[in-house]
């Protein structure tokens, strides 16, 4: 069982930078791809970055791709979410998501792909 926490959301004025954090309790954190949905309100959840086990491959959302960074440090059981350039449209709930499944772009994106999930911490843009 992996417990993901994340932490770092709060209110930011539009154009600003956000840097998310997720600490991972699993001892076998570098096994794990992990990833970063959003949920904003009155939608459905949806895909933001993914990252491998290694770190060298990245998968990024064509909303976000150019302004949002994934990185993980598995020395600290941590991945990463740097949001850069924010729009009011990023505001949302961001949650963490970790997975056993081999590294494939066809399911990054998806949902059912994953583990195990944070419980999210929220983001607002605005003015």
């Known amino acids: 069982q992996v417990q993901l926490v994340e932490s770092g959301g709060r209110l930011v004025q539009p154009g600003g930078s956000l840097r998310l954090s997720c600490a991972a309790s699993?001892?076998?954190?570098?096994?794990?791809?992990m990833g970063w949905f959003r949920q904003a309100p009155g939608k459905e959840r949806e895909f933001v970055a993914a990252?491998?086990?290694?770190?060298?491959?990245?998968y990024y959302a064509s909303s976000v791709k150019g302004r949002f960074t994934i990185s993980r440090d598995n020395a600290k059981n941590t991945v990463y979410l740097q949001l850069n350039s924010l729009k009011p449209e990023d505001r949302a709930v961001y949650y963490c998501a970790a997975g056993a499944q081999a590294w494939n772009t066809q399911t990054m994106g998806v949902m059912a792909a994953y583990d195990y999930w944070g419980q999210g911490t929220q983001v607002t843009v605005s003015a």
């Open positions: 990252i491998s086990w290694s770190g060298v491959r990245t």
């Open positions: 699993e001892g076998t954190f570098s096994s794990y791809r």
